[in-house]
């Protein structure tokens, strides 16, 4: 069993500067055990660091085991796709119409040729006329 160490000097007992919490096990404990040889060869007892965020930590990588997750991930990255294609191609990295109405109107314009590219692609294309 790992001890929590306590320490009274800091403004929050037991979590160090860097925001980790100390688990200490006893020499006693750590001396009986079986597993000593490959857990601390070369220390006395077995000591821990862990963050004060691994809690979250552990919460967000079992929402990334999800199959849920998964097909948010695909979502977001096309959503990206088309705003990195904004800021490149058609250059809107920083508005040029001036106040929030302006760069909403530049965007809309921007979003609207997005779209028709977009829909010229699914349009197909005539079959050319054989020679005659």
């Not at 691994?54 to 705003?83: C, H, N, P």
């Not at 058609?90 to 040029?96: E, F, G, V, Y």
């Not at 119409?97 to 979003?111: Q, S, T, V, W």
Request: with cysteine; aromatic share 6%; proline share 8%.
């Amino acid at each position: 069993m790992l001890h929590y160490r306590h320490q009274f000097a800091r403004p929050r007992i037991g979590v160090d500067a860097e925001g980790l919490m100390r688990y200490r096990a006893t020499k006693h404990d750590c001396g009986a055990c079986a597993l000593k040889p490959r857990c601390c060869p070369n220390r006395p007892a077995r000591k821990l660091l862990r963050s004060i965020h691994e809690g979250a930590r552990d919460m967000a990588w079992d929402i990334a085991k999800t199959e849920a997750y998964a097909v948010s991930r695909r979502q977001r990255k096309k959503v990206e796709m088309l705003f990195a294609h904004l800021k490149r191609i058609l250059d809107l990295s920083r508005p040029r119409l001036r106040g929030p109405n302006g760069a909403r109107d530049e965007f809309h314009l921007a979003a609207a040729a997005q779209n028709l590219r977009k829909l010229a692609k699914l349009v197909p294309l005539p079959t050319p006329a054989p020679a005659s």
